[in-house]
C-alpha cells in the first residue's frame, strides 16, 4: 500500500484528477443507495416543472464523488477531518443506450489542490480546494476539505 | 422577511432518530459512488487495516431503523415553504465536521436541527434552510457533526 506522507506535498501540490460520469442508471442506484427518491432525478415530466430545465445529478451524489476523491488520494492512513461542498451549477446525468452503457457525451472531473499546509495540536495537515469539474470545464460543485495524514518524522 | 409559518422552525430540534451501519447498505452505497475502496466490503482487508474492520465512507451513516426516515419537524418544514411559494426545492450544500470513524455494526443516534432560515433577494427571490445534526455512536462518542442547506426557489 502507497503511503501518502505529510512532507511529500506542498501548498499547490495538484491532486490527480477523478474522472465520473453521471447517467441515469448511476442515478437511480444513488436513489437506492442514499435513500433520496426525489422524482427530481428519474422523472423528466417531474423535472420540467422545478425549473431546472431536466432531471439534474443529485447534489449528494457529486458531494459522495468528492469525498471518494479526497479519501481515494489520502490514501488509508490519512483522515478526513472537515468537508464542505455547495451545490453552484446543476449537471444533467447522461441517457443509456444499453442496459449498463451510457450515451457518449460529457465526462466530470474531480479535480483539487493543496493550499495550506499545517500542524495543528501534533497533527499534521493539510487543507485542500476540491471541486466538481463538468465537461466543458465549469466548477459545478466547489468545496474544501481538511485532511490529517502520517508524518515521516513520526515514524509512522 | 421569513414568514412566520416558517420562522418558527428556526432553533426546532427534531426527536433524535437511530440508524444502523449494515454492512450491505455500506457495499450498495460504495458501489452507487462507483468507489471500490475494499475497506467498504472486503472483510479480510479491512481487518488488517487500522480500523480493524469495515467502515463506512465518510458522510454516510447507515439506515435509519423505522421505515420512515424523515422526521415529522422537517416534512412541517419543508411543506410550509411550498405552501409559502418556494416550491421549487434544490440541496444547497453539504459540510461536516468528522470525529471518529463510522464501523459496520454501529448504531448512530442522529439529532437534526433547523438552524437558520433566511431569504435572499437576487434576480429571484430564495429560501435558504440550515440544518444541522450531531452523529454520536453506541458507545456515546461523537462522530460527526453535519451542516446542510436546501433552497427554496419560486417556480
Known amino acids: 500500500m502507497q503511503i501518502l506522507y505529510w512532507e511529500d506535498l506542498e501548498v499547490g501540490t495538484e491532486m490527480p484528477p477523478l474522472p465520473k460520469i453521471a447517467h441515469s442508471l448511476m442515478l437511480v442506484k444513488w436513489a437506492g443507495a442514499s435513500g433520496d427518491f426525489n422524482p427530481h432525478h428519474y422523472e423528466t415530466e417531474f423535472a420540467m416543472t422545478q425549473g431546472t430545465g431536466g432531471v439534474i445529478v443529485h447534489g449528494l451524489l457529486k458531494h459522495a464523488w468528492l469525498i471518494q476523491f479526497v ?8 483522515t478526513l477531518k472537515k468537508f ?4 453552484r451549477g446543476l449537471d444533467f446525468p447522461r441517457k443509456m443506450q444499453t442496459m449498463n452503457e451510457p450515451v457518449e457525451g460529457e465526462t466530470w472531473n474531480c479535480k483539487g489542490k493543496v493550499v495550506k499546509k499545517y500542524v495543528d495540536e501534533d497533527q499534521h495537515c493539510v487543507d485542500l480546494e476540491i471541486g466538481v469539474e463538468n465537461g466543458k470545464g465549469q466548477v459545478t460543485t466547489p468545496g474544501t476539505a481538511t485532511v490529517a495524514l502520517p508524518s515521516r518524522k513520526k515514524g509512522k | 422577511m421569513v414568514p412566520d409559518s416558517l420562522k418558527q422552525y428556526i432553533g426546532k430540534v ?3 432518530h437511530l440508524r444502523e451501519v449494515e454492512k450491505g447498505a455500506i457495499r450498495r452505497y460504495a458501489d452507487a459512488v462507483g468507489d471500490d475502496n475494499p475497506l467498504y466490503y ?5 481487518r488488517k487495516s ?3 474492520c469495515i467502515i463506512a465512507p465518510p458522510g454516510f451513516f447507515g439506515w435509519a431503523k423505522k421505515t420512515i426516515s424523515s422526521s415529522e419537524g422537517l416534512v412541517g418544514l419543508i411543506g410550509a415553504m411550498i405552501e409559502a411559494g418556494y416550491a421549487g426545492i434544490l440541496d444547497g450544500g453539504m459540510a461536516y465536521d468528522f470525529y471518529l ?7 448512530i443516534v442522529v439529532s437534526p436541527k433547523v438552524a437558520d432560515i ?14 444541522e445534526a450531531s452523529y454520536t455512536n453506541q458507545n456515546g462518542d461523537l462522530v460527526a457533526k453535519s451542516y446542510q442547506t436546501l433552497i427554496g426557489r419560486q417556480l
Not at chain 2, 470513524?101 to 448504531?107: A, I, L, Q, S
Not at chain 2, 433566511?118 to 440544518?131: N, P, V
Request: hydrophobic share 25%; charged share 30%; with cysteine.
Open chain 1, 84 to 87: 464542505s461542498c455547495q451545490y
Open chain 2, 50 to 52: 487500522r480500523y480493524g
Open chain 2, 118 to 131: 433566511s431569504l435572499k433577494e437576487g434576480k429571484t427571490k430564495m429560501m435558504i434552510l440550515r440544518f
Open chain 2, 42 to 46: 472486503d472483510e479480510e482487508y479491512a
Open chain 2, 14 to 16: 427534531d426527536p433524535p
Open chain 2, 101 to 107: 470513524p463510522v464501523r459496520v455494526g454501529d448504531t
Open chain 1, 71 to 78: 479519501t481515494g488520494w489520502m490514501g488509508e492512513e490519512g
